[in-house]
């Protein structure tokens, strides 16, 4: 039974690859077109907003109304390297990561 199903399968074509180079690329193509959807789909809008993020934290200063990202509002009182301190309200100032700073409020904004 085994024997007539190994001879009917025949021997490997010649010449190497089943299809040479051309073959091996239309094979790896689906993946590069589906890395190039996702890196400009995903990755490359996601570099960009946090580049943002980043410059919209080292231009911090004194004044500037903040919302965390716990959702707390209020004005920074004081600017250091890793920390900041917010005034959240009269006589109230925590200390907090500039990393939780999650976007800067308009000075139009009513508190």
């Given at each position: 039974?085994?024997?007539?199903?190994?001879?009917?399968?025949?021997?490997?074509?010649?010449?190497?690859?089943?299809?040479?180079?051309?073959?091996?690329?239309?094979?790896?193509?689906?993946?590069?077109?589906?890395?190039?959807?996702?890196?400009?789909?995903?990755?490359?809008?996601?570099?960009?907003?946090?580049?943002?993020?980043?410059?919209?934290?080292?231009?911090?200063?004194?004044?500037?109304k903040v919302i965390t990202s716990g959702g707390i509002y209020g004005v920074v009182d004081s600017v250091g390297e890793k920390t900041l301190t917010l005034k959240i309200a009269e006589n109230v100032k925590i200390k907090i990561g500039k990393g939780y700073i999650a976007a800067l409020r308009a000075t139009s904004e009513e508190d």
């Open positions: 039974m085994f024997e007539s199903i190994a001879w009917a399968m025949g021997p490997a074509p010649e010449g190497g690859a089943q299809g040479g180079p051309l073959a091996l690329l239309q094979s790896f193509l689906p993946l590069i077109i589906i890395f190039a959807i996702f890196y400009f789909l995903l990755i490359r809008p996601q570099q960009k907003k946090a580049k943002q993020h980043k410059e919209m934290l080292a231009s911090l200063k004194k004044g500037d």
